[in-house]
C-alpha cells in the first residue's frame, strides 16, 4: 500500500478551488437588521458610541424599510425610544402607540419585509427595567401578564414575529396562549431564550437613550454558566419558540454551538452593541480590516449553528456579499 500523501494545500490553490469546498456560507437571507426609532424628532439622531447607526424619526422609518429591503435584507427588528414612558410600559399595548405604529409603517413600507418587534418593556418604563418593578425586582408573573397585552397588541397591528427579550421565566407559553387565544396560531415566535446579563450591551443603552440604572443578573443569566444557558433554551424550545437566540455573540460561540447539538430549531445569535463598536474602533484606530472582520465574525456564527444572524453591520453586510 502506498503511503498517504494527501495535502490540503491542493483544495487552497486557487479562488475557484476554495469557494468549491468551502463548509460554511454567509448570506443576505442569514441578516436582521435592527432599527431604533425615536418619537418627536425631525431629523436622524447619530449615536456616537455606534458610528453609523442613528435613531430615526417615524417619518423616515418607511424610507429605512424600503432602503434595506432594496439591499435584499428580508428581516428587520424594531426598537422603540419612547417618549411616553411610566412604569408599567403601557404605551405598547395601545394601537396608536409607538410600537404599533412602527409595525404599521415598516410594514406599509415593504409588504413583504419580515417585520420583527422586540418584545419587552426596557425601551417604554420610566425606570428602564424589563418589567414591573416590584420590591426592588422585576415581577415575573405581573410582567407575564403584561406581556400578554404587549404581544397581541403587536399581532394585531401586524408584525410578522414575536422577539420576546426580557428573560422571564415562562414568557414563551405566555405569549403563545396570548396570541392563540387571540387567533394568531400563524405569528412565529423568536425568543431571546439565552440572554447573559453582559457588559457587550453599554453602547445599546445610547441607543435606546436608556436612564437604567441598576442590574438586571436576576432575571438575565450569569456569563459563567453553561449548562443553565442550554437549559434556558431547551425550556423555551418546550414551550413552543419557533427560533431560539443566543445573545451575545462572539464570547459565547460555545454556547451557540452546544444548543446546536441538542436543537433542529432554527437558531439566531445577536451580533451585540459592544462588539459592533469594538470593532468600529479598531477600524477607526487603523488596526484591523473592518470588512474581513466582520465577515470572519459572521462566518464563526453560521460555522457555530447560527442559521440568523441580528447585526448593526447587516446593510453593510449586504452591500459586501453583492460585490463578491
Not at 395601545?94 to 420583527?116: W, Y
Not at 453582559?198 to 443578573?217: E, H, I, M, N, W
Not at 455573540?249 to 451585540?272: K, W
Request: charged letters at 25%; a negative charge.
Amino acid at each position: 500500500m502506498k503511503p498517504n500523501n494527501f495535502r490540503f494545500r491542493r483544495l487552497r490553490r486557487t479562488a475557484a478551488l476554495r469557494d468549491m469546498v468551502r463548509e460554511t456560507q454567509v448570506s443576505v437571507n442569514d441578516l436582521i437588521l435592527p432599527i431604533f426609532v425615536e418619537e418627536n424628532i425631525a431629523a436622524p439622531v447619530t449615536i456616537d458610541s455606534m458610528p453609523g447607526v442613528v435613531r430615526y424619526p417615524e417619518s423616515q422609518l418607511a424610507d429605512a424599510v424600503a432602503d434595506a429591503w432594496e439591499l435584499g435584507i428580508k428581516a428587520v427588528l424594531l426598537f422603540g425610544v419612547a417618549e411616553h414612558k411610566d412604569a408599567i410600559g403601557a404605551d405598547t399595548w395601545h394601537s396608536e402607540g409607538l410600537l404599533a405604529r412602527m409595525i404599521k409603517i415598516a410594514k406599509v413600507a415593504a409588504p413583504e419585509m419580515t417585520v420583527i418587534s422586540d418584545n419587552c418593556f426596557c425601551e417604554y418604563t420610566d425606570h428602564g427595567h424589563c418589567g414591573v418593578v416590584c420590591n426592588g425586582d422585576v415581577d415575573n408573573d405581573t410582567t407575564l401578564a403584561n406581556l400578554q397585552q404587549q404581544v397581541v397588541n403587536c399581532a394585531k397591528a401586524g408584525v410578522d414575529m414575536i422577539a420576546p427579550s426580557g428573560m422571564m421565566d415562562g414568557m414563551i407559553s405566555a405569549i403563545r396562549s396570548a396570541l392563540d387565544d387571540a387567533g394568531f396560531t400563524h405569528i412565529p415566535v423568536m425568543s431571546y431564550s439565552t440572554k447573559f446579563a453582559s457588559a457587550f450591551y453599554g453602547p445599546f443603552r445610547d441607543a435606546v437613550d436608556s436612564t437604567f440604572k441598576g442590574s438586571r443578573s436576576t432575571y438575565q443569566m450569569d456569563a459563567a454558566n453553561a449548562r443553565e444557558a442550554l437549559a434556558e433554551s431547551m425550556q423555551d424550545e418546550q414551550e413552543g419558540a419557533d427560533i431560539l437566540m443566543v445573545k451575545p455573540g462572539t464570547a459565547y460561540l460555545d454556547v451557540l454551538a452546544n444548543i446546536r447539538q441538542h436543537s433542529e430549531r432554527p437558531l439566531a445569535v445577536y451580533h451585540v452593541s459592544g462588539e459592533y463598536a469594538m470593532i468600529k474602533a479598531a477600524a477607526a484606530a487603523g488596526v484591523i480590516d473592518e470588512q474581513a472582520i466582520v465577515c470572519e465574525t459572521m462566518t464563526a456564527f453560521k460555522r457555530a449553528g447560527a442559521d440568523l444572524i441580528i447585526t448593526y453591520y447587516a446593510k453593510d453586510l449586504a452591500r459586501w456579499l453583492k460585490d463578491h
